[in-house]
């Protein structure tokens, strides 16, 4: 972890690698660093399997949360 820079947490876990993309994207929109983990594995097993994780910094989690009309938990 370089200095300064919240750690990752997962907002969600989904099997639709193009809607995660989305909502990645609708993240970077809005300003807050979001990635896709796991989305090459989840497509290669076909929806199957872990699924991808949509990740953001600890500090924007709840606010993308919101964003994405998350409810906590």
Same mark, same amino acid.
């Given at each position: 972890? %370089?200095? &300064? ?5 997962? /907002? /969600? %876990? ?5 809607? &995660?993309?989305?909502? =990645?994207?609708? *993240? ?6 979001? +990635? *896709? +983990?796991?989305?090459?594995?989840? %497509?290669? /097993? &076909?929806?199957? &399997?872990?699924?991808? =994780? *949509? ?15 998350? =409810?906590?938990?």
């Amino acid at each position: 972890m %370089t200095a &300064g820079r919240s750690p990752l947490v997962e /907002l /969600l %876990t989904l099997n639709d690698v193009a809607l &995660g993309q989305v909502m =990645r994207a609708a *993240l970077e929109a809005h300003g807050i660093e979001a +990635f *896709l +983990f796991d989305c090459h594995l989840t %497509t290669v /097993l &076909g929806g199957g &399997g872990p699924g991808a =994780r *949509l990740m953001v910094p600890a500090d924007d989690a709840a606010i993308a949360r919101r964003i994405l009309d998350l =409810r906590p938990g």
